[in-house]
């Protein structure tokens, strides 16, 4: 049984989906979540969701579209505004006025943006364009259920990730009644080996 790894828009221009039982296999892009049903289908030992790579997972769950054995998510992301039932995201007027500047501005000039936050440390990697943005707010605008997924799930989260509220990892921990480890004086991005050790566990 094979496992998986979807990555989010931080660490790659695509998803990025890579069977991790070949340590060194190139990764599989899809530029869309339909492109990507076509491609991840069927049973997982182990699947593992980072940033917005969580959330697709946890809409793959919830459509019974995958079945997984054992979940990791790493900082990832549940819902981008607030709704009745997950109060912890942006206010739903705040989401329509970004949503509305980023959709109205010249793609050169939010791409030059972009890089110009990067070198001033307020974006952790030069990964981010108009179109990444784009995709961003159309997939986190819409909601699903996770109540009833079953799944042996583990939540990891750094404390200090001002990209993804911590309140994501204990919101999506709580749903699934799974094992919520957050890190101390840790951003969006988990140190590598870290992350490894933690895996093992």
Request: glycine residues 6%.
């Amino acid at each position: 049984m094979p496992n998986i790894f979807l990555s989010g828009y931080l660490l790659g221009n695509v998803y990025k989906v890579i069977d991790i039982d070949y340590e060194y296999k190139d990764y599989m892009g899809c530029s869309s979540y339909k492109e990507l049903k076509q491609q991840v289908k069927g049973e997982y030992n182990i699947a593992i969701g980072y940033s917005l790579g969580g959330r697709i997972l946890l809409r793959l769950l919830a459509e019974n579209h995958i079945t997984v054995n054992k979940l990791y998510l790493i900082s990832s992301p549940f819902f981008i505004h607030k709704t009745s039932t997950f109060p912890y995201g942006m206010e739903v007027k705040t989401f329509k006025f970004l949503r509305r500047i980023i959709y109205s501005l010249p793609e050169q000039f939010i791409n030059v943006l972009l890089k110009t936050l990067y070198y001033i440390k307020l974006l952790p990697s030069t990964n981010w364009s108009l179109k990444n943005i784009k995709y961003w707010f159309h997939f986190l605008k819409y909601p699903f259920s996770i109540e009833n997924i079953k799944v042996n799930a583990t939540i990891i989260h750094g404390n200090k990730d001002w990209i993804v509220n911590l309140e994501n990892a204990k919101f999506i921990a709580d749903k699934l009644d799974g094992k919520l480890i957050t890190l101390n004086n840790t951003g969006h991005i988990i140190n590598p080996f870290r992350l490894k050790s933690l895996l093992k566990e």
